[in-house]
């Protein structure tokens, strides 16, 4: 039977305190997902799974007509609350499910997924969804974190190391590889590409920043001046462009790929 907390909330999610490692990750991430949406006045923008609202106001922000659909009814009201207060064109939000999106086919000139699809427990029916509601020249763009990056890599071997040879414990409670309990998937750069090519024609796959959450990492991005570590982390970012398989982000590009069961 499938069980859904519609009032549930981002408390678990959203990072308290940001250090300069988290910071440049969270702005990054979502700087490349709206950019590759390429909003602009006049586009229509669906943002899938959009949470608390920030990116579906943003996007309207930037001039598109953005849509937010998201299940949860407490979400969904945050997102009304924090467009409240702002200024300009807002977005409209719909309470719906990734698999079974309520609007036409080829309704959007581009779709967005930030930080969603490993919540989502059919994965490939939701980006099947977003290709359907998607028109054929337009994006489908994808954000989704990579548990296969060097700082998930580095975590598993020292506590492998720890425990194997020292016979000591895990280095935290809560293991940074592992995914979360809420998540139904744990994605790494070969999953995401073998899900979205069955309905999407991959345009890109990029990487995004490079050692978030590997031991040691944050608390001395926190502890260096401001100028260093904002170096340390835009080299690692660098790295990251070139490796994105051991990047802490992926974003994956791609149109629909229209075939007889999902073309309009
Ligand atoms: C970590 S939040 C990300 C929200 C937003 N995209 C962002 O970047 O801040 C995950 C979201 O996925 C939503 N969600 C979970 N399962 C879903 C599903 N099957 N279809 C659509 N949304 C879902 C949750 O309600 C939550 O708002």
Known sequence: MRVVDLDRDMSDVIPTGLTPDSEFLFDRMTRVTLDRARPGPGTWVLDVASGVGQDSIALAAR?????????????????????????????????????????SPESFDACICKGAMDHFDTPERAIAEMARVTKPEGRVVLAIANFESLACRVGRALDDFRQD????????????????????????????????????????????????GMPGWSKWMARFPRPVADVAVRSMDQLARHWPGLSDVIVLVGRPRRSASNSA
């Open 165 to 212: 040879v020292l016979g000591l414990g895990p280095l935290r409670e809560r293991r940074g590889y592992d995914a979360p309990s809420d998540h139904f998937t744990r994605y790494e750069p070969d999953l995401i590409r073998e899900q979205a090519e069955k309905s999407l024609i991959i345009e890109s796959m990029e990487g995004i920043s490079m050692g978030w």
């Open 63 to 103: 001039g598109a007509r953005a849509v937010g659909a998201e299940p949860s009814g407490r979400m969904t009201g945050m997102a009304q609350m924090f467009a409240a207060d702002k200024p300009g064109p807002m977005p409209e939000w719909v309470r719906g499910w990734s698999d079974t999106l309520p609007f």
